[in-house]
């Protein structure tokens, strides 16, 4: 038994070290780019991706070639991972919870109040700074330019909230 779990160990943590390479690849390709959005992106790509692989490579190790530190290292790991995770999903769900849209007659979209959410996320989208980034990136995306072209039949389809964003602003 202590010989298939370590292949499957192995195994996992081999699949995770080769998926690491793309999302690393992804990181180092938006570097080419300039524009505010692939670089908001970037660095968290190229720290989860080097995190994925250095993790990957503990837990490889250790279950492959029997280093019992190693395999420590990861389990200690994997288990402050999970739990940020875990952490991470309950605080989206308290920001966000009570949050949701509400459907406006004779529109195809939702409009949402900045009164339902959190006082931390409200504070958050308040932020001028915030909205400075937010800004660039839509202008440099070249997204106004499109919305202008629109006829008013195609405000009446179904639209993602950017879009109704733009249309608005």
């Given at each position: 038994?202590?010989?298939?779990?370590?292949?499957?160990?192995?195994?996992?943590?081999?699949?995770?070290?080769?998926?690491?390479?793309?999302?690393?690849?992804?990181?180092?390709?938006?570097?080419?780019?300039?524009?505010?959005?692939?670089?908001?992106?970037?660095?968290?790509?190229?720290?989860?991706?080097?995190?994925?692989?250095?993790?990957?490579?503990?837990?490889?190790?250790?279950?492959?070639?029997?280093?019992?530190?190693?395999?420590?290292?990861?389990?200690?790991?994997?288990?402050?991972?999970?739990?940020?995770?875990?952490?991470?999903?309950?605080?989206?769900?308290?920001?966000?919870?009570?949050?949701?849209?509400?459907?406006?007659?004779?529109?195809?979209?939702?409009?949402?109040?900045?009164?339902?959410?959190?006082?931390?996320?409200?504070?958050?989208?308040?932020?001028?700074?915030?909205?400075?980034?937010?800004?660039?990136?839509?202008?440099?995306?070249?997204?106004?330019?499109?919305?202008?072209?629109?006829?008013?039949?195609?405000?009446?389809?179904d639209m993602t909230?950017?879009?109704?964003?733009?249309?608005?602003?």
């Amino acid at each position: 038994m202590y010989r298939f779990s370590n292949t499957v160990i192995g195994f996992l943590n081999l699949f995770t070290l080769l998926a690491s390479i793309p999302i690393i690849g992804a990181g180092l390709w938006m570097a080419r780019s300039s524009t505010t959005c692939e670089s908001f992106l970037q660095t968290p790509l190229l720290v989860v991706g080097f995190v994925i692989l250095i993790i990957s490579l503990a837990g490889f190790i250790g279950a492959c070639f029997h280093v019992a530190w190693a395999l420590w290292v990861y389990l200690v790991i994997m288990l402050f991972l999970i739990g940020a995770l875990m952490a991470l999903t309950i605080f989206g769900f308290i920001v966000t919870g009570a949050g949701g849209g509400v459907v406006v007659p004779g529109r195809m979209y939702r409009e949402y109040h900045l009164d339902n959410y959190s006082p931390w996320l409200r504070k958050r989208i308040e932020d001028p700074h915030y909205w400075l980034t937010v800004k660039s990136c839509i202008l440099g995306s070249k997204a106004c330019s499109k919305v202008v072209l629109w006829t008013p039949f195609d405000l009446t389809k179904d639209m993602t909230p950017i879009q109704v964003i733009l249309v608005i602003v």
